[in-house]
């Protein structure tokens, strides 16, 4: 008796998992390769599934890893499934959080202004998420040296808030045949290097970006972009750094006048010591002083 209702179990368990794989596979058809329990619950009577088992046949895909949880009710299909495919990373991290743009390393590393492959995908929003980290560690979620990661599918993602104002410059691009994502533009993308130095090691890093491809830029729109985001060490920095890799911009006067008055700190990364730049009004801590 106790075999033949291990065997019945199994083979509920078995059909439950086969039309959740179904389900899936009909969403994935549909382009649904990201969605909500909603979206599952509409698309069940397709596959001959009632809505009332559609959160339990999600759970055990999640749970044997055919598709991705990314958070409560929304998920995300994998390349294990027919017709399914592997989600995009910027897709996942973006998908979280709505609205929300790639930023910083993964949009420079997108749009071809730096080699290097950021292992952490980093999202800005204007609003605020609740990590796993944030909850006590929970699975799913770490604390790094940047902040608290969210851990999906072996995908890092790094969420960074911004005030409503400074949420501008988004696009959306298509990162491969099925998935178009928001990204902040590449004027977007290179005034945070001077918004948050930091954040890149230091103000070299939007030094050489315009040294190596400020050619490639649209300086008004950056500098529209400084004016825009409103904060005079951004302004100062910025008109700065244009002036210093010696770049023609038309712009700068305007830019000049949103820097002062008042003295800025050129690179907050660095002690505090150096020339005081009076037609930029900030504190030179990064051209070497000249010896007495």
């Known amino acids: 008796m106790y075999s033949r209702n291990m065997d019945e179990r199994a083979d509920t368990r078995g059909y439950a998992r086969g039309r959740g794989i179904a389900l899936v596979t009909k969403l994935a058809e549909s ?35 055919w598709i991705l949880r990314l958070k409560r009710g929304l998920y995300a299909g994998t390349g294990r499934l027919p017709g399914g495919v592997d989600v995009h990373p910027f897709a996942v991290a973006t998908a979280i959080l709505r609205p929300s743009a790639v930023s910083r390393w993964s949009a420079l590393g997108h749009h071809g202004l730096t080699t290097q492959v950021p292992l952490t995908v980093t999202v800005t929003s204007p609003k605020t998420v609740m990590t796993p980290s944030m909850r006590g560690h929970a699975a799913g979620g770490r604390e790094s040296g940047k902040g608290h990661v969210w851990t999906i599918g072996g995908i890092d993602v790094d969420f960074v808030k911004v005030r409503e104002e400074r949420f501008f410059g988004v696009e959306e ?27 890149f090691g230091g103000l070299d890093a939007g030094l050489a970006i315009l040294s190596e491809h400020g050619d490639d830029l649209d300086l008004d729109r950056l500098i529209g972009y400084a004016l825009r985001f409103a904060s005079k060490a951004v302004s100062a920095r910025l008109g700065w750094c244009i002036e210093k890799v010696g770049l023609n911009a038309p712009g700068l006067e305007e830019l ?34 000249a010896r007495d």
């Open 31 to 65: 382009g649904s390769y990201i969605f909500t329990m909603d979206d599952a619950k509409g698309a069940a009577a397709d596959v001959g599934m009632p809505e009332s088992g559609v959160a339990a046949a999600l759970k055990r895909l999640a749970d044997a890893g």
């Open 173 to 199: 691009v298509w990162v491969d045949q099925q998935f178009r994502v928001p990204i902040l533009d590449p004027e977007r993308t290179v005034l945070d290097m001077f918004a948050s130095p930091r954040a």
């Open 256 to 289: 000049r006048s949103g820097a002062g008055p008042g003295l800025q700190l050129l690179d907050p990364t660095r002690v505090a010591r150096g020339h005081r730049d009076g037609r930029w009004f900030v504190l030179d801590n990064v051209t070497p002083r």
